[in-house]
């Protein structure tokens, strides 16, 4: 610093100011030389000392049900990689039952060692509902709409439009989702968009099967479709995991895909390695997790955030596991 107020030619108390938002009064032309030369000679204000000015921690909370998950570890890096350029660490609770996702909180919250959370649990319980109210920090909802805070998700009726439309264009007129309980409004309005589309084609009511977003909730959820009085040739799946499970229940039943029976999974980027390739509706994960720092950012720095749709469409990835239904 004080290279920077020698070379400039004003004192060190000015250039410190300046650098930490100060709020001095200082002619224009003098604020800028001192950026200037703090950018030639790669200056970065102390962020301990600024953070203890501001009583700010400079971490950034996120909790999520499973790390593990692809679809979250894509999401988090998103974020990750935003809260790093904003000059934040962050800070990952992982919470395998949703049912403790206040304690959770709570732990994070309570010792104010996070200046905002970024909050991916699949759905709002009473509990997590009084933890936010009792113990109030800013918070963002991704990949969840939320009755309690701002959320940044992705357009998930069109994702389930375009995995209907897919089927159908390869022309398939037995369809079935495999999804969530109601609750998990991501997966509400993948089939709502899903749904749509089916009934504007005229088709016949779209088989549900609710179960866990998991290989193994995929994999039963299939069983119970192959056993349907009337089976689907096509089917939806709520993402990458329930798709790998869904294709392991056809091949342990003889069931050929695509040849028997077509599936198209939401978020499997990373599903080439399936056998066969799953086909795949990728989605902007990563982008949504980076969106959700900019507007947790917004409410820390006191500034009204949005509740943001991220406008990317989604986008097919065409594989091995959709062709047309099997001549009946």
Do not use: W
């Not at 509400?188 to 549900?208: H, K, S, T, W």
């Not at 096509?234 to 028997?260: C, E, H, K, S």
């Not at 949504?288 to 720095?301: C, H, N, P, Q, Y």
Request: charged share 25%; hydrophobic share 45%; net charge neutral.
């Amino acid at each position: 610093m004080k290279d920077i107020a020698r070379a400039v030619g004003v004192d060190v108390s000015t250039v410190s100011k300046v650098l930490n938002d100060g709020g001095i009064s200082v002619r224009a032309q003098t604020r800028q030389a001192i950026i200037d030369e703090a950018n030639r000679v790669n200056y970065r204000p102390h962020a301990l000392a600024r953070n203890l000015r501001t009583q700010r921690t400079g971490a950034l909370g996120i909790l999520l049900p499973d790390l593990t998950n692809p679809i979250y570890a894509e999401t988090v890096h998103g974020a990750m990689r935003q809260a790093e350029q904003s000059g934040y660490v962050t800070l990952i609770a992982e919470v395998s039952d949703e049912r403790r996702s206040a304690a959770a909180y709570m732990r994070l919250v309570s010792e104010r060692r996070i200046d905002g959370l970024i909050i991916a649990v699949s759905a709002e319980t009473e509990e997590m509902m009084a933890a936010i109210e009792a113990n109030p920090v800013p918070h963002v909802f991704v990949n969840r709409r939320s009755s309690i805070g701002r959320s940044v998700t992705v357009d998930d009726q069109a994702s389930g439009r375009l995995a209907a439309q897919t089927l159908i264009d390869a022309g398939h007129r037995h369809l079935a989702f495999i999804g969530s309980a109601p609750e998990l409004d991501t997966s509400r309005r993948r089939r709502q968009g899903f749904v749509e589309v089916c009934a504007a084609a005229g088709l016949a009511p779209v088989l549900d099967i609710v179960g866990p977003v998991s290989r193994r909730g995929g994999f039963d959820a299939m069983h119970k479709l192959l056993d349907a009085t009337r089976r689907p040739t096509g089917v939806f799946a709520f993402n990458m995991l329930v798709g790998i499970g869904a294709l392991a229940a056809a091949r342990v039943r003889g069931v050929r895909v695509p040849d028997d029976i077509s599936v198209i999974s939401l978020d499997g980027e990373d599903a080439i390695f399936t056998a066969p390739p799953l086909t795949a509706i990728a989605t902007p994960l990563a982008e949504m997790g980076a969106r959700a720092v900019v507007e947790l950012e917004a409410m820390i720095d006191g500034r009204e955030p949005q509740d943001v749709v991220i406008d990317i469409p989604p986008k097919l990835i065409y594989r091995e596991s959709v062709a047309g239904p099997p001549n009946e």
